[in-house]
């Protein structure tokens, strides 16, 4: 008998509603091809939800997460809620205690630019041809998490955040890191501002010493800052990069134009018993409700799902090579149009993607 997979599917807002029924459609048919069962339930996130049942994070749909096996988000937030408090908004309402109930800790990110697409970014060929790295960034601590506090002075207000960090903290996400890079080629990137943060210094003693349980793997430490320009300078030389909160979020979309659009990044966030698998990008309230939104970066992540929850490499590279294939014979989302490429919507792309799944 086939074993059963159950996932918890959360569209949230925006394109979110487009482009994870184009994921699904895909693992269905995965499914059929290499005889896996799953089970999809779907419930309520962010805007979407405060709308339904007023609360961004309904104590239900956590409750479904926590007892499946694994977790497709589509994208929250728009326009809509915008007038909300900050705390309030969906994405902190909901993104936040979502991560913190499942307890993620890590978000990993791949960046690998894709041949048929080397064209759609803004960076040189030579210099994004064979680029193939992996982000690890550490996803609940850090300024995002720390204390926030504003006290009014004479002149104006004095605004607080704080940056902090542990040793286990730091452990646990440089460990997965190390751990990736054993089945990649080998090497780990650690980024911080030790020059500058004592959080930083910490973490580079921390991700030192953890380096000599690692001996086949290589390690180097780099400034955030140098990290932003050799990303667009030489972006090859990075295998595995394992950053703190906030620089893993301002890298990460530096990354993705490596690839051309946001709407090519999938990610995974782990640490606790349940995974979660979402697009890098938001709801794009933009282009919502046009059909014009990429369903290639959820289709991806729910490749991701197959290789890191379900253990299902063969299956996970079925859809990674599907994905190549449509590519290359040229169709494209508008967002990676060029010219002489044959235009299509995120109802067709996932249509095509799903036909060339072997
Ligand atoms: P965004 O990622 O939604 O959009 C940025 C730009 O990229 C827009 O021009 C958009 O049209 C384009 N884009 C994004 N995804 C695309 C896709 N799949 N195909 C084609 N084009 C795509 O970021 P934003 O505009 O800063 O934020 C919009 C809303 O999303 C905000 O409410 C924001 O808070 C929220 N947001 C949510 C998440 C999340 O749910 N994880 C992440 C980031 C932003």
Same mark, same amino acid.
């Given at each position: 008998?086939?074993? /059963?997979?159950?996932?918890?599917?959360?569209?949230?807002?925006?394109?979110?509603?487009?482009?994870?029924?184009?994921?699904?459609?895909?693992?269905?048919?995965?499914?059929?091809?290499?005889?896996?069962?799953?089970? =999809?339930?779907?419930?309520?996130? *962010? *805007?979407?939800?405060?709308?339904?049942?007023?609360?961004?994070?309904?104590?239900? #749909?956590?409750?479904?997460?926590?007892?499946?096996?694994?977790?497709?988000?589509?994208?929250? *937030?728009?326009?809509?809620?915008?007038?909300?408090?900050?705390?309030?908004?969906?994405?902190?309402?909901?993104?936040?205690?979502?991560?913190?109930?499942?307890?993620? =800790?890590?978000?990993?990110?791949?960046?690998?630019?894709?041949?048929?697409?080397?064209?759609?970014?803004?960076?040189?060929?030579?210099?994004?041809?064979? %680029?193939?790295?992996?982000?690890?960034?550490?996803?609940? *601590?850090? /300024?995002? =998490?720390?204390?926030?506090?504003?006290?009014?002075?004479?002149?104006?207000?004095?605004?607080?955040?704080?940056? %902090?960090? #542990?040793?286990?903290?730091?452990?646990?996400?440089?460990?997965?890191?190390?751990?990736?890079?054993?089945?990649?080629?080998?090497?780990?990137?650690?980024?911080?501002?030790? @020059?500058?943060?004592?959080?930083?210094?910490?973490?580079?003693?921390?991700?030192?010493?953890?380096?000599?349980?690692?001996?086949?793997?290589?390690?180097?430490?780099?400034?955030?800052?140098?990290?932003?320009?050799?990303?667009?300078?030489?972006?090859? +030389?990075?295998?595995?990069?394992?950053?703190?909160?906030? =620089?893993?979020?301002?890298? #990460? $979309?530096?990354?993705?134009?490596?690839?051309?659009?946001?709407?090519?990044?999938?990610?995974?966030? /782990?640490?606790? +018993?349940?995974?979660?698998?979402?697009?890098?990008?938001?709801?794009?309230? $933009?282009?919502?409700?046009?059909?014009?939104? @990429?369903?290639?970066?959820?289709?991806?992540?729910?490749?991701?799902?197959?290789?890191?929850?379900? @253990?299902?490499?063969?299956?996970?590279?079925?859809?990674?090579?599907?994905?190549?294939?449509?590519?290359?014979?040229?169709?494209?989302?508008?967002?990676?149009?060029? +010219?002489?490429?044959?235009?299509?919507?995120?109802?067709?792309?996932? @249509?095509?993607?799903?036909?060339?799944?072997?």
């Amino acid at each position: 008998m086939s074993k /059963l997979y159950k996932i918890a599917v959360l569209p949230g807002d925006g394109i979110g509603k487009e482009i994870v029924p184009e994921a699904i459609k895909v693992l269905k048919r995965i499914g059929e091809l290499y005889d896996l069962e799953f089970a =999809f339930e779907e419930a309520p996130i *962010g *805007g979407a939800a405060i709308d339904s049942v007023g609360k961004a994070l309904p104590e239900s #749909t956590l409750a479904l997460c926590q007892k499946s096996d694994a977790v497709l988000l589509g994208a929250v *937030g728009g326009p809509k809620w915008d007038f909300l408090p900050a705390p309030e908004r969906p994405e902190a309402a909901a993104l936040l205690p979502l991560r913190k109930g499942l307890g993620l =800790f890590a978000n990993l990110r791949p960046v690998s630019v894709f041949p048929a697409l080397v064209g759609a970014s803004t960076l040189k060929p030579d210099v994004i041809t064979g %680029v193939d790295l992996i982000v690890f960034r550490e996803l609940t *601590g850090g /300024l995002y =998490f720390g204390e926030k506090s504003r006290r009014p002075l004479d002149s104006g207000e004095e605004a607080i955040d704080t940056l %902090v960090y #542990t040793t286990p903290e730091i452990e646990r996400i440089a460990r997965l890191a190390f751990e990736a890079a054993r089945k990649r080629r080998k090497k780990v990137t650690s980024v911080d501002k030790a @020059n500058v943060l004592e959080s930083s210094r910490l973490w580079r003693e921390t991700v030192t010493r953890l380096a000599t349980e690692y001996p086949d793997v290589e390690l180097e430490h780099m400034y955030v800052d140098n990290c932003a320009m050799q990303l667009i300078r030489y972006p090859k +030389q990075f295998d595995v990069i394992v950053t703190e909160n906030m =620089f893993g979020d301002i890298l #990460t $979309d530096e990354a993705a134009m490596l690839t051309g659009s946001i709407g090519m990044l999938a990610s995974a966030s /782990l640490g606790g +018993q349940v995974a979660l698998y979402e697009p890098s990008h938001g709801s794009a309230p $933009d282009i919502a409700g046009q059909k014009k939104a @990429n369903p290639l970066a959820t289709i991806l992540s729910a490749a991701m799902m197959l290789r890191y929850s379900f @253990n299902r490499e063969a299956e996970a590279q079925a859809i990674e090579k599907a994905v190549v294939a449509v590519l290359d014979e040229g169709y494209r989302t508008p967002d990676l149009m060029e +010219q002489g490429m044959k235009a299509v919507n995120t109802e067709e792309m996932g @249509n095509l993607v799903t036909q060339k799944l072997r």
